[in-house]
């Protein structure tokens, strides 16, 4: 399909056929997120038609829509126990992605999801800069340029007097 909409003297042929693959996905998606989108709707009126069968006085509008649960949502404090245990095994800095692998390991996610994976991190980013302002990690910028990350020393928490 590609190759009869790239024009043969095309200067940039590999750059359009990759556009064109894209703009394909996207539109798939577009089109599945409609299909879903119709059934969703139907299935809400269907609803409301029942629920106005046992009270036909009822206004709709004025149930609230319950929000969706995140993705992948983690227990309460399941994120900073993994954190805590991915930099009590590191000899070294790690970085919040390679926390947020092994954290999608523990958890069953697919690590092949590079959107799952972002997420993750940005999670994994959250609670280790709550650690930092709790003084319980120390951050360093690494040659990658990426900010590594490594528990404090316990001994160094508590400081008593001489």
């Known amino acids: 399909m590609a190759n009869e909409l790239v024009n043969e003297n095309s200067d940039q042929p590999n750059v359009l056929h990759a556009l064109i693959r894209k703009r394909a996905q996207v539109a798939g998606k577009i089109e599945a997120n409609q299909n879903e989108l119709r059934t ?37 404090g399941e994120v900073t126990r993994i954190v805590q245990s991915v930099l009590r095994k590191a000899n070294d800095y790690v970085t919040s992605t390679e926390i ?34 709790k003084g319980l990690v120390e951050k360093k910028i690494l040659e990658t340029g990426r900010a590594g ?6 001994s160094e928490l508590i400081k008593l007097p001489d």
């Open 40 to 76: 969703l709707v139907a299935e809400l009126d269907a609803l409301d038609a029942t629920l106005r069968i046992f009270d036909p006085d009822i206004d709709v509008c004025d149930i609230d829509p319950k929000p969706v649960p995140v993705r992948h949502q983690a227990f309460r």
């Open 100 to 133: 947020a692998l092994v954290m999608m390991d523990k958890r069953d996610l697919p690590k092949d999801d590079r959107s799952l994976v972002r997420t993750m991190t940005k999670r994994v980013g959250a609670c280790l800069r709550k650690m930092h302002d």
């Open 149 to 154: 990350w490594k528990r404090v020393d316990p």
